[in-house]
C-alpha cells in the first residue's frame, strides 16, 4: 500500500531551496542600513502636506470645541482624549512651520564632516534655531499618542466596570 503524502509538503517543496538560498544570500550579503531616517525633500508633495497639516490641526481644534460644549471633558476618558488632541493640533503646527521654513530657507544645522562623530550644531540665525526645533516633532506625538491610548484605555475600564 503506497502512503499518502502530504499535499502541503509537496506543493511547496520545490520553493524551500530558493527560499534558503535568498536567506542565505541576505545573511552573506547585507545592504546598508542607515541608523536614521532622512525627512521628505521639502518640495517633494509640499501643497498636500501642508493642506494635510492644516486639515487635521482644524479637526483636531473642532473635536476640542465640540467636547467642551458638550461637557463631556467631565468623563476620564474624553479629557485624555482632549489633551491628546491638543498635542495633535500643536504637531501639526510645528510641522505645518518646519515644513515652509524647510522650503523657503535651506538652514544648514549641523556643521562637520557628515557621518563623522565631531558634527556641531549650527545655530548662526534664528531660521536654522526654527529648523532645528520644528525638527524635535516627536516631543508632541509621543505624549499625543499616549493620551490616545489613555484615553481609549478608559473607556475600556469603564466598559468593563459597567459589565459587572
Same mark, same amino acid.
Given at each position: ?50 493642506? !494635510?497639516?492644516? +486639515? ?6 473642532? *473635536? =476640542?470645541?465640540? &467636547?467642551?460644549?458638550?461637557?463631556? %471633558? ?10 491628546? !488632541?491638543?498635542? +495633535? ?6 510641522? *505645518? =512651520?518646519?515644513? &515652509?521654513?524647510?522650503?523657503?530657507? %535651506? ?10 562623530? !565631531? ?10 534655531? =526654527? ?34
Amino acid at each position: 500500500m503506497e502512503e499518502a503524502r502530504p499535499v502541503l509538503t509537496s506543493r511547496y517543496s520545490r520553493l524551500l531551496p530558493c527560499l534558503g538560498a535568498l536567506l542565505l544570500g541576505s545573511l552573506l550579503c547585507p545592504s546598508p542600513a542607515l541608523a536614521i531616517i532622512p525627512h521628505w525633500d521639502p518640495r517633494e508633495a509640499f501643497f498636500i502636506r501642508q493642506f !494635510s497639516y492644516l +486639515f487635521f490641526m482644524i479637526a483636531m481644534v473642532f *473635536f =476640542i470645541y465640540e &467636547l467642551r460644549q458638550e461637557k463631556l %471633558q467631565e468623563h476620564r476618558g474624553f479629557r485624555l482624549l482632549a489633551w491628546g !488632541s491638543v498635542f +495633535f493640533a500643536l504637531w501639526n503646527l510645528d510641522c *505645518f =512651520i518646519g515644513q &515652509l521654513f524647510a522650503l523657503h530657507f %535651506q538652514a544648514r544645522v549641523a556643521e562637520g564632516a557628515p557621518g563623522s562623530l !565631531s558634527q556641531q550644531l549650527y545655530m548662526a540665525n534664528w531660521g536654522n534655531w =526654527i529648523t532645528y526645533v520644528t525638527k524635535l516633532d516627536h516631543l508632541l506625538l509621543v505624549p499625543a499618542f499616549i493620551y490616545f491610548y489613555r484615553g481609549i484605555k478608559a473607556f475600556r475600564r469603564e466598559q468593563e466596570v459597567g459589565r459587572s
